[in-house]
């Protein structure tokens, strides 16, 4: 077996810190969770908890980037898979109902949110995460449509970013409105300015 270097070590044990932190948090909630019972959950002690992660909100940052950049490489993966314009409309809306709005984590963000307002570390890192999700979503639409959408992508990037966030914090109350029903928008207007794209 391959001896792991410092750096692979300590990136592995950061890794399970993480995974622990992810299913404790979506489980129990972040507030009632301490780090010493991420720790043991990990297998680590609390020092090498603390080694990866000066803070619990650090860690609360740490969960929920690695949840949306797992869900975007997810989504990124069903677009790409797609054969045309309809298919990958389909494909943006099965992913929407599935994730947009999942109660326990929308619950994470919004007590992360409560218990890190004044937290100007937690601003900056949720500013950050933000920027990424624009960017991301506008390089999926200028991938797919080339130039062809009359607006730019960046904007249209922060406009999903809204859509989605607000959709996500009505969901979480009301799990029977689904999550796709912005991408119907979206959707309909494409249709009504790109006639013949696929």
């Known amino acids: 077996m391959t001896r792991l270097t410092r750096a692979e070590s300590r990136e592995r044990t950061r890794v ?5 932190a ?3 948090f979506l489980r129990a909630g972040f507030q009632v969770t301490s ?3 991420i720790g ?3 297998g680590f002690t ?3 908890v603390y080694s990866n992660f000066p803070s619990k909100t650090a860690m609360g940052i740490a969960v929920i980037d ?11 993966a069903a677009l ?8 990958w409309f389909d494909a943006l809306a099965a992913w929407a109902d599935g994730t947009i709005g999942e109660p326990r984590w929308t619950r994470l963000e919004i007590e992360l949110a409560a218990f890190s ?3 100007d570390v937690y601003r900056a890192a949720t500013a950050a995460r933000y920027a990424d999700m624009r960017k991301r979503w506008a390089a999926l639409f200028a991938a797919r449509f080339d130039g062809t959408f009359p607006m730019d992508p960046g904007t249209l990037g922060a406009i999903i970013i809204a859509l989605g966030l607000g959709t996500g914090a009505q969901r979480a109350v009301d799990p029977d409105l689904p999550g796709s029903d912005w991408v119907e928008l979206l959707r309909t207007l494409v249709g009504s300015v790109t006639a013949g794209v696929t």
């Open 35 to 37: 780090l010493e019972q």
């Open 46 to 48: 609390r020092g090498a």
């Open 40 to 42: 043991e959950e990990a």
């Open 117 to 119: 307002a004044h937290d």
């Open 22 to 24: 992810t299913d404790l």
């Open 80 to 87: 790409d898979a797609t054969e045309n314009l309809d298919d």
């Open 16 to 20: 399970l810190i993480v995974d622990a």
């Open 66 to 76: 690695e949840l949306y950049d797992r869900e975007g490489d997810r989504l990124e």
